[in-house]
């Protein structure tokens, strides 16, 4: 017999597939009450995010439409192999001062 090798794992960035994932998840968590609306403040939801800017008023709606344009800063999120760069804590904090690319 031959000795026993482990899986080879190749890791994929899931690129714009997580954009449904992320809505369906949220939808899930609505229809159950843990997000009371889609309309409501992220900072709400996400006491970490406290921008003093318009960006502030940011609800899941804009985030999940993509109108808040603020800057993606790509960079930061991910590595080659798609291994965080980051824990979400530090993600956030940046996320209270990324630049806004467009009037919100």
Same mark, same amino acid.
């Given at each position: 017999? =031959?000795?026993? $090798?482990?899986?080879?794992? $190749?890791?994929?960035?899931?690129? /714009?597939? $997580? =954009?449904? !994932?992320? *809505?369906?998840?949220? *939808?899930? #968590?609505?229809?159950?009450?843990?997000?009371? /609306?889609?309309? *409501?403040? !992220? =900072? $709400?939801?996400?006491?970490?995010?406290?921008?003093?800017? @318009? &960006?502030?008023?940011?609800?899941l709606t804009?985030?999940?439409? &993509?109108?808040?344009?603020?800057?993606? #800063?790509?960079?930061?999120?991910?590595?080659?192999?798609?291994?965080?760069?980051?824990?979400?804590?530090?993600?956030?904090? @940046? !996320?209270?001062? *990324?630049?806004?690319?467009?009037?919100?």
């Amino acid at each position: 017999t =031959k000795p026993y $090798t482990p899986l080879r794992c $190749t890791t994929f960035v899931l690129g /714009s597939l $997580t =954009k449904s !994932l992320t *809505a369906a998840l949220v *939808a899930s #968590l609505h229809d159950v009450g843990i997000i009371p /609306s889609w309309d *409501a403040p !992220l =900072k $709400t939801l996400l006491p970490e995010f406290h921008r003093e800017d @318009i &960006y502030g008023e940011i609800t899941l709606t804009d985030l999940l439409t &993509y109108r808040t344009d603020l800057a993606s #800063l790509d960079s930061l999120w991910l590595a080659s192999n798609n291994v965080p760069y980051l824990p979400r804590s530090e993600v956030v904090r @940046i !996320l209270n001062y *990324a630049p806004g690319i467009q009037p919100f």
